[in-house]
C-alpha cells in the first residue's frame, strides 16, 4: 500500500455532460491518480434493465455499491481515485452507506450544461446516448438542492476552461461531502 491517504471523487451528471472526459484528466494529472468509469460496471449484468426504468432501482443500487466498494478499495491503497458515472443525489445515500468503514474524503462533483449543449454532446459520442435518456437525465440533475453548489455549468466552456474550474475548485475543498449529512434510502 501506499503511504498516503487516497481520496475518491465522483464526476457525475448526465449523459453528454463531460463528465467522463473531466474524471479522466485529474486522473491522469495525479501522481496516484485512477480514472474508474461507473459505466463499465452496467456492462457486467447479463440481462440489463434500463437504468433510468423504475423497475432498474435495485439493480442501480447494486451497481452504485459495487463501484463505491471499489473506489473505496483504491483510495485506501492511497489512490486518488475519480470515479465517472450517475451517481445522482438520489443515490448518495448508498454510496456513503458503502464508505461507513472507510475514512477517506469523499468529493462531489455534478457537471452540467444547457440542454442543447448537452444533447449535441450526447449525439456527437462515439456510442451516441438516446435522446429520451439525456432528456431524463438532464430532469434529474437539474435541481440539487443543498448540493447546488458542488455544481460546475460548462455551457460555452472549453474542455479546459471546465478542467481548471474542476481543478482549482477540487484543491480548494469546495466539493468534499460531509458525509453525516447525507442520509435517505436510496
Not at 149 to 171: C, K, M, P, V, Y
Request: net charge positive; proline share 5%; glycine share 8%.
Amino acid at each position: 500500500m501506499l503511504k498516503r491517504k487516497g481520496s475518491i471523487t465522483v464526476v457525475t451528471g448526465c449523459p453528454g455532460s463531460g463528465k467522463s472526459t473531466l474524471a479522466a484528466r485529474p486522473s491522469e494529472s495525479r501522481p496516484h491518480g485512477v480514472h474508474l468509469s461507473g459505466d463499465a460496471f452496467y456492462h457486467f449484468i447479463a440481462h440489463l434493465i434500463s437504468p433510468i426504468l423504475p423497475e432498474s432501482h435495485e439493480q442501480n443500487t447494486v451497481v452504485t455499491r459495487a463501484i463505491t466498494r471499489t473506489a473505496a478499495t483504491f483510495a485506501l491503497g492511497g489512490y486518488e481515485t475519480f470515479v465517472d458515472g450517475i451517481v445522482g443525489p438520489w443515490f448518495l445515500p448508498a454510496f456513503v452507506k458503502e464508505l461507513e468503514d472507510v475514512r477517506v474524503p469523499l468529493h462531489y462533483v455534478v457537471i452540467r450544461a444547457s440542454l442543447k449543449e448537452t444533447l449535441r454532446r450526447a449525439a456527437s459520442r462515439p456510442a451516441p446516448a438516446e435522446e429520451r435518456v439525456v432528456r431524463h437525465m438532464y430532469k434529474a440533475f437539474a435541481s440539487l438542492g443543498r448540493l447546488e453548489g458542488h455544481a460546475i455549468d460548462s455551457t460555452g466552456q472549453t474542455e479546459n476552461a471546465t478542467f481548471n474550474t474542476l481543478a482549482q475548485r477540487w484543491l480548494a475543498g469546495e466539493f468534499i461531502l460531509d458525509l453525516k449529512n447525507i442520509s435517505g434510502d436510496a
